[in-house]
Antibody, heavy 122, light 107 residues
Framework: QVQVVESGGDVVQLGRSLRLSCAAS????????VHWVRQPPAKGLEWVAL????????VYTESVKGRFTISRDNSENTVFLQMDYLGIEDTAHYYC???????????????WGRGTLVTVSS | DIQMTQSPSTLSASVGDRVTITCRAS??????LAWYQQKPGKAPKLLIY???NLQTGAPSRFSGRGSGTEFTLTISSLQPDDFAIYYC?????????FGPGTKVDIK
């Protein structure tokens, strides 16, 4: 069965760090550009970050630049999101999503994990 | 950044109804537009890509149209499984952005 599974979500204090993981089964993750998309509880979707298949291209939404780092370990079939200096506004469900259709400059997402919840408390 | 808007924000409809949701972009995105369905507690599911292409596995009652700045998602005959929130997303460039969503609920 093809799936991606996120882990690492937790309740964390303001200003602290957390690392999320996205692991794949039934597919080779290094064939995909991988994204993180987040969704605050009862709100809409916000794209967070992208990492290219070989890890050389990384793109971030403005609000997380300098705080979040996306990386991948293709030997472990896993992508990571290191989140530092967490703020209340980072509270959300974080989804790992695989890019399946591309314009050549950006893409949309055909495979999603179930998400992992990050709660930042004051 | 390209801003996406959707209308209506909520749509009340009955099983069997034909339903249309509109998505607008703040600038031209050609046909780089996707539609997703999301049910409570679940991840979004890709329905349409390239404005009008049905994703593998998505029911044929879903269709998309448009290019440039105005797009529509139509459900030809609403089924009980279709009550959900629908989001559009542009992928013309980064940052990709989503519309605020349209909730389709039971009339």
């Amino acid at each position: 069965q093809v799936q991606v599974v996120e882990s690492g979500g937790d309740v964390v204090q303001l200003g602290r760090s957390l690392r999320l993981s996205c692991a794949a089964s039934g597919l080779t993750l290094n064939s995909f550009h991988v994204h993180w998309v987040r969704q605050p509880p009862a709100k809409g979707l916000e794209w967070v970050a992208l990492i290219s298949t070989d890890g050389t291209n990384k793109v971030y939404t403005e609000s997380v630049k300098g705080r979040f780092t996306i990386s991948r370990d293709n030997s472990e079939n896993t992508v990571f999101l290191q989140m530092d200096y967490l703020g209340i506004e980072d509270t959300a469900h974080y989804y790992c999503a695989l890019e399946v259709r591309s314009s050549g400059r950006a893409g949309c997402f055909g495979t999603w994990g179930r998400g992992t919840l990050v709660t930042v408390s004051s | 950044d390209i801003q996406m808007t959707q209308s209506p924000s909520t749509l009340s409809a009955s099983v069997g109804d034909r339903v249309t949701i509109t998505c607008r972009a703040s600038q031209s995105i050609n046909s780089w537009l996707a539609w997703y369905q999301q049910k409570p507690g679940k991840a979004p599911k890709l329905l349409i890509y390239g404005a009008s292409n049905l994703q593998t596995g998505a029911p044929s009652r879903f269709s998309g149209r448009g290019s440039g700045t105005e797009f529509t998602l139509t459900i030809s005959s609403l089924q009980p499984d279709d009550f959900a929130i629908y989001y559009c997303q542009h992928y013309e460039s980064y940052p990709v952005t989503f519309g605020p969503g349209t909730k389709v609920d039971i009339k």
